[in-house]
């Protein structure tokens, strides 16, 4: 029955209870030795902390910069969208469904790796020249989002 369910013996232990007199075990210093940082209320050391010697991140040189304002753009190629119907609107959406765009960043960029035979209807943020030239040759065209 559920109500005479019990923990298996030994599964619940009592908790340490420290600095409740000699006597308990655990007085004293409360198990915590003798002096020193560690024994202190909030006494421990920061991450990266080397005792004192010049932490690793401070020893190596500082590199090269890193541009807050850089824009990360989808790359997407020709013969990524050569298997849509003629006609298409290739748009961000289809994209996305389709699985060849996986992540949206700060927009999709069309590359003119591959050969374009179909006719479609291009809605991308950003358009190579050597894309254009391809999809317009196709019959297509090129509209921006």
Do not use: W
């Amino acid at each position: 029955m559920l109500n005479n369910l019990r923990p298996v013996c030994g599964a619940k232990k009592k908790t340490k209870r420290i600095g409740r007199g000699a006597s308990s075990g655990h007085g004293g210093t409360s198990t915590k030795g003798h002096k020193g940082q560690k024994a202190r209320s909030g006494g421990f050391h920061k991450r990266g902390f080397e005792g004192g010697q010049m932490p690793l991140q401070r020893r190596l040189p500082k590199r090269g910069f890193t541009n807050i304002f850089k824009k990360e753009i989808s790359i997407l190629n020709l013969r990524d969208i050569s298997d849509f119907d003629s006609g298409t609107v290739v748009d961000i959406p289809l994209l996305i469904k389709a699985g060849i765009v996986k992540k949206l960043c700060d927009g999709v960029k069309l590359l003119g790796i591959g050969e374009v035979k179909l006719p479609y209807i291009i809605k991308v943020d950003y358009i190579s020249k050597s894309a254009r030239e391809k999809i317009e040759a196709a019959g297509g065209k090129f509209e921006g989002v």
